[in-house]
């Protein structure tokens, strides 16, 4: 009975540990990171409303890549969608009932994409056709935003006719973005191009979408591994920390770059499906991080940070690594990256840094082979009150690739310092020796 006893305490510890938090939308690291949708509706058409879409990204280090944004919603009446600048809808729907000039589109679940650079120039709004990608304004703040402007039809003229849409959805293109209702708030005013005079929108209302990981995937994205100048111990991601080799039952999941089959697995189907088609390692992670202790000076101290790429199927543009240390407020150096303090704490304190690729040089990080890494190498001034290479202190409490936080080694496996190595077992003879003198002392003590 004890046993099963045991077991069960096991069983509710596990499925503890692996039930999705209740907080999982909320990221202490950015506790303010979302995606705002805000309608400004512009003018009133016979039998509807002209309105400027715009999708802010207000999340510090969570950007949207290619293939880009899906924005969807449901409609409160039996609005149609006449035309469509800077975005297009997938698909125009039954519009059988209008004889002459049909509408763009008539569904009323319409799934809105944004249009490829290049779109002639009749045909774009400010901040539209960039391929649905959308930027970090900690990366650049030029790009965190998209829009597109939208005719309306069968929609009401005045503000109380006017029914806001439902059940908005934001892809990108995968799951995880729930976005709330929408709110109307005070409308959007807008400086004019002389500074002088502002213009007013009819209505506004806002829509605000927070990302989950747990939503966007059911196995993480990437991994740490860890080592040191100190130790000879290269300690790896932990294993299956992104899912585990199942080739005998799946095939396809994974393959070795030696393989004769290598290309054929790249260029076949569901290369554009957005699933990962990874190197076989024992991690099966898409993306490692590699966190190396590398020097020790007198008043500072090196680490060299190697990014590395095992999918054959994505080349991460614009991408951008989040690491959480106690040292980074004294950064002193940084070589072939950019750098931004998070400050997530109100500036209090320094301990989460940001960093991306330099533009042109390594801002793209080349699926799986002999290019699909990138490194740098930061210095730090060592702080006297603090600073220490025990108990793993040199090592970062958090990482993120993308947005996505990293498995990390546990603790008890971090390299450790040479005068503090970890216990060793006893010998049966010493043990056997601590027996009989605690067996002896009882003895003299009760006879």
């Known amino acids: 009975m004890a046993a099963l006893g045991g077991c069960a305490v096991l069983l509710a510890a596990a499925l503890l540990l692996s039930a999705p938090a209740a907080t999982e939308a909320y990221d202490s ?17 016979p039998d509807g409303y002209v309105a400027m879409v715009t999708i802010y990204n207000y999340q510090q280090f969570r950007h949207i890549s290619a293939p880009g944004w899906q924005l969807g919603w449901t409609w409160a009446k039996k609005e149609v969608i006449w035309s469509m600048v800077g975005a297009q809808t997938t698909e125009q729907g039954d519009c059988s009932k209008f004889k002459t000039n049909p509408p763009h589109c008539c569904k009323r679940d319409p799934t809105v994409i944004d249009l490829l650079p290049g779109t002639p120039y009749k045909d774009q709004v400010a901040n539209c056709c960039k391929g649905g990608v959308i930027s970090t304004f900690n990366q650049d703040p030029a790009n965190a935003a998209s829009s597109f402007q ?3 039809g069968l929609a009401g003229t005045t503000n109380k006719t006017v029914k806001v849409p439902k059940n908005f959805t934001l892809k990108t293109p995968g799951p995880g973005y729930t976005c709330g209702r929408a709110t109307v708030v005070r409308p959007t005013k807008f400086l004019m191009g002389d500074g002088r005079r ?18 966007a995937q059911k196995t993480p994205t990437c991994c740490v591994a860890l080592s040191s100048f100190y130790n000879n111990t290269i300690v790896g991601c932990p294993t299956c920390s992104c899912g ?46 590699h966190w190396h202790v590398k020097l020790n000076y007198k008043d500072y101290w090196r680490v060299k940070v190697t990014i590395t790429n095992f999918n054959y199927r994505m080349n991460y ?42 533009k042109f040089y390594n801002d793209l990080l080349n699926q799986a082979g002999p290019f699909g890494n990138a490194q740098t190498e930061i210095l730090l001034q060592k702080d006297p009150e603090t600073f220490t290479f025990e108990k793993g202190w040199g090592f970062p409490r958090r990482v993120y690739f993308n947005g996505d936080n990293c498995v990390m080694p546990p603790p008890d496996a971090y390299p450790w310092l040479p005068n503090a190595s970890p216990p060793m077992k006893q010998p049966w003879t010493l043990k056997l020796l601590v027996f009989w003198t605690a067996l002896a002392t009882l003895l003299a003590y009760y006879v």
């Open 317 to 358: 543009t614009d991408w951008n690594l989040v690491v959480q240390h106690p040292n980074f407020n004294n950064i002193t150096k940084l070589f072939s990256f950019n750098y931004k303090p998070l400050s997530p704490y109100g500036g209090r304190i320094n301990d989460s840094a940001m960093f991306w690729g330099m």
């Open 150 to 152: 939208i005719s309306v």
């Open 244 to 289: 585990c080799q199942n080739n005998n039952t799946h095939p396809g999941s994974c393959v070795n770059p030696n393989s004769p089959y290598l290309q054929s697995a790249i260029d076949g189907p569901g290369k554009y499906t957005g699933q990962p088609l990874v190197q076989c390692t024992s991690h099966m992670c898409p993306v490692k991080v």
């Open 198 to 215: 502002t213009t007013q929108a009819l209505m506004t209302w806002n829509v605000t979408c927070t990302y989950s990981q747990f939503l």
């Open 29 to 45: 690291l950015d506790p303010n990171g979302n995606i705002t949708i805000k309608w400004d509706l512009k003018e009133w058409t």
